[in-house]
């Protein structure tokens, strides 16, 4: 009987054991089961995140009006984008570069394409009030270019974060990390960490220390982004999962060289009118036998 019982229990032992050989037992922890994954490849598009406040707007390269600014919504060469007052907005491409709008601030894309290295070339233009761009390191490993101008003024970046601000004439550029190189009136200078160069009429003016209240301001931007970043992850996961649609642009480029060429057909249509009607009022009173080339017929 007992003989019995220990085969039994052997046998039973053996088989769990084999369970346990034949099925190995994962540790997942909950915050692991609830991560989302990272998207490994991102176009290169400058997409606005995280905005605040109800006065966002965005005129269309090829619209006549200013709309009303949607998260998700991509901004591409010729686009504007502006904020009003208590408002704010981020301006992201990819994932590693972005442009923080503060309140009453209006900027321009007037560049953005990828490179056949894998990089990005991308210009900006502000127009007025302040923008922080955080820009991705080490930007001439990935051959990418950025640069932003105001006024004059271009800052060109090898991966640094810089603030830039302008009343529409004078134009300030702030450096919080590494180096900006910056260019006005013919001149390149390299502004360093902790510093700001002035700008009057495009032409340098003075050169300061940062202030403790804008460094504050750059510390809490840099958790600001983390936010920002959460926020673009779940919403490029919704949409990859199918459950947000992507954002549509209303006027897309093949309608914008459409228009551009019925514009131009007009033109040279007005022109030939024009033209045509010039050419009648010379003929207009002239007599018909001097084309006959000088054959008088005793008339």
Not at 79 to 85: A, L, Q, R, S
Not at 273 to 288: A, E, F, I, L, T
Request: with cysteine; hydrophobic share 30%; aromatic share 6%.
């Amino acid at each position: 009987m007992l003989s019995k019982f220990v085969f039994i229990h052997s046998r039973a032992l053996f088989l769990v054991i084999s369970l346990l050989a034949v099925s190995p037992v994962t540790n997942v922890s909950a915050e692991e089961e609830t991560a989302t994954p990272t998207p490994t490849v991102e176009k290169t598009e400058y997409v606005l995140e995280n905005l605040q406040g109800d006065d966002i707007q965005v005129l269309e390269d090829g619209s006549g009006k200013w709309e009303k600014a949607q998260e998700g919504q991509v901004l591409e060469a010729g686009d504007e984008v502006k904020t009003g007052e208590g408002s704010q907005a981020t301006l992201m491409l990819q994932s590693e570069t972005s442009v923080h709008f503060n309140a009453t601030s209006d900027m321009k894309v007037d560049r953005i394409e990828p490179t056949e290295e894998g990089g990005f070339l991308s210009r900006l233009k502000l127009l007025a009030g302040r923008v922080l761009a955080d820009v991705k390191k080490k930007l001439q490993e990935s051959h990418s270019t950025f640069e932003m101008e105001s006024n004059g003024v271009i800052c060109g970046v090898r991966g640094t974060a810089f603030e830039m601000e302008t009343n529409g004439k004078d134009v300030e550029a702030r450096a919080h990390e590494g180096e900006v190189e910056v260019k006005s009136d013919g001149k390149t200078d390299v502004l360093g960490k902790g510093h700001a160069f002035a700008f009057k009429n495009g032409k340098f003016s003075a050169k300061r220390r940062l202030t403790r209240s804008e460094t504050k301001g750059f510390k809490k931007w840099r958790s600001l982004r983390k936010e920002v970043f959460k926020k673009r992850m779940e919403r490029l996961n919704s949409i990859g999962q199918g459950r947000m649609k992507p954002w549509t642009r209303q006027h897309p480029r093949m309608n914008r060289d459409m228009k551009g060429l019925k514009d131009l057909k007009g033109m040279r249509d007005r022109k030939n009118m024009k033209d045509r009607s010039k050419d009648g009022k010379k003929d207009k009173g002239k007599n018909p036998l001097e084309d006959l080339g000088g054959l008088h017929l005793g008339l």
